[in-house]
């Protein structure tokens, strides 16, 4: 970055003071909150979030440091203002995948194309030895001819690993359209008219798991304690049974 696009000392000190105002606007919001999911709470969280984050930018620009601290999204959604009674909903559905074995893709791919002629090439010379040639060929192929379920039910045949996915059912205010958001499906989602989400993650399974490593380092050291105790009980019986064996 050159030295005139860099941001001046006022501006980055500026950046700071607003986070500043940012905390205390979100304190306010955390003390006068109406409930658990107080739309107030989460607009000065946003808020504040991306104060940090301007400033966290400007001050690495101007002097190459960051701050000691992330604001993360904490995977909640605000609070529900759609209608009671939805007449209409959507339901926006993410699945990521990593391609962990392109040779098994690709020769899932030729197989479909090899056993139905018909297999959908567009693009791809329209010959179905094109099918297991490029992973962008052999992609086309399997999710046309398999729907996202069975694909996510049969990831490892196809030489995919599973990551993140999440399901988020959202009221519409009505019915849209035929083919009025096929250029922008994701485009319009507001946050505050989704009903439900379901997600998935590894990140959940980790999480569990230091639970559940935490619950069995406690347990364990409670069944140490008690076999420490055992132990000295047993040794003051061994003790009496020998003094009264003794006499």
């Known amino acids: ?21 940012a905390l205390d606007r979100h304190l306010d919001a955390v003390e006068r909150r109406s409930g658990e999911d107080d739309p107030a709470v989460y607009a000065a969280f946003n808020e504040l979030a991306a104060a940090a984050e301007a400033y966290d930018e400007l001050l690495y620009d101007a002097y190459d440091e960051v701050t000691p601290f992330e604001i993360p999204g904490d995977g909640t959604m605000p609070a529900y203002t759609g209608p009671e009674e939805p007449s209409a909903l959507t339901v926006l559905i993410r699945r990521d995948y990593a391609v962990a074995k392109p040779q098994r893709l690709l020769a899932q791919a030729q197989r479909v194309a090899d056993l139905d002629p018909d297999v959908d090439l567009a693009g791809h010379n329209g010959a179905a030895s094109a099918a297991g040639a490029s992973a962008h060929a052999a992609l086309g192929v399997l999710f046309g001819e398999f729907e996202p379920d069975e694909i996510a039910s049969r990831h490892k045949e196809f030489g995919l690993e599973e990551g993140d996915s999440t399901l988020w059912v959202a009221a519409l205010d009505e019915p849209a359209e035929p083919g009025e958001w096929l250029s922008a499906p994701f485009d319009q989602v507001d946050p505050q008219q989704v009903i439900c989400r379901f997600d998935i993650s590894a990140v959940f399974d980790d999480e569990l798991e230091d639970e559940d490593a935490f619950e069995e380092g406690e347990l ?19 003790a009496e049974v020998r003094d009264t064996s003794g006499r």
């Open 1 to 21: 970055m050159s030295d005139a696009a860099q941001p001046t000392a006022a501006e980055v000190r500026a950046a700071a003071e607003a986070v500043k105002a």
């Open 220 to 238: 364990e050291e409670a069944e140490d304690e008690e076999v420490v105790g055992d132990e000295e009980s047993v040794g003051d019986g061994e």
